[in-house]
């Protein structure tokens, strides 16, 4: 499997649904250097003075601490080119506004489609959204999707 950013967040904020905590404790997991920019991005961003921060940057340090490196993979120029046009095209399709990141997030989606195209791997998501429509437009990915649970849910 190769996780989407959406499983970092939802198993941070205790959000995944027990059939996903169980798939990522029986499969062997795959990573993308596209989630963990992903991921690392909140190191810039944050406010430093925010009472939360410290206590966020930990856990994302953590969870980026405990990727293994030789299961950490990252796109190729082909990938990056392909990747351009696939996100183009889901973007000209969807009518969405300029100018409002959906470029740049289509993008980094159709980067992980593209690796696990390369790996032979299922990407494991919660954006049924746009990796639906991705799945639409590539239709030999693989996707397991699940939707997140509301709230927090007590991690154990």
Same mark, same amino acid.
């Given at each position: 499997?190769?996780?989407?950013?959406?499983?970092?967040?939802?198993? +941070? /904020?205790?959000?995944?649904?027990?059939?996903?905590?169980?798939? !990522? $404790?029986?499969?062997?997991?795959?990573?993308?250097?596209?989630? !963990?920019?992903?991921?690392?991005?909140?190191?810039? @961003?944050?406010?430093?003075?925010?009472? $939360?921060?410290?206590?966020? #940057?930990?856990?994302?340090?953590?969870?980026?601490?405990?990727?293994?490196?030789? @299961?950490?993979?990252?796109?190729?120029?082909?990938?990056?080119? @392909?990747?351009?046009? +696939?996100?183009? #095209? +889901?973007?000209? +399709?969807?009518?969405?506004?300029?100018?409002?990141?959906?470029? @740049?997030?289509?993008?980094?989606?159709?980067?992980?489609?593209?690796?696990?195209?390369?790996?032979?791997?299922?990407?494991? $998501?919660?954006?049924?959204?746009?990796?639906?429509?991705?799945? /639409? #437009?590539?239709?030999?990915?693989?996707?397991?999707?699940?939707?997140?649970?509301?709230?927090?849910?007590? /991690?154990?």
């Amino acid at each position: 499997m190769l996780l989407d950013t959406s499983v970092y967040l939802d198993v +941070l /904020q205790g959000r995944t649904p027990e059939a996903v905590d169980n798939l !990522l $404790t029986s499969r062997l997991c795959h990573h993308s250097a596209v989630c !963990l920019a992903e991921l690392s991005h909140v190191f810039g @961003r944050l406010d430093p003075a925010h009472h $939360t921060t410290k206590s966020v #940057l930990e856990a994302v340090s953590d969870t980026i601490g405990d990727i293994p490196a030789h @299961r950490l993979h990252a796109p190729d120029a082909t990938a990056w080119g @392909r990747a351009g046009m +696939l996100a183009g #095209l +889901l973007f000209r +399709l969807s009518y969405l506004p300029k100018g409002e990141g959906h470029e @740049r997030r289509f993008l980094n989606d159709a980067l992980i489609v593209h690796l696990a195209g390369v790996l032979g791997a299922t990407v494991l $998501t919660g954006n049924v959204r746009d990796f639906d429509y991705l799945n /639409q #437009l590539v239709p030999s990915l693989q996707v397991i999707f699940y939707r997140a649970a509301p709230g927090l849910r007590p /991690q154990g």
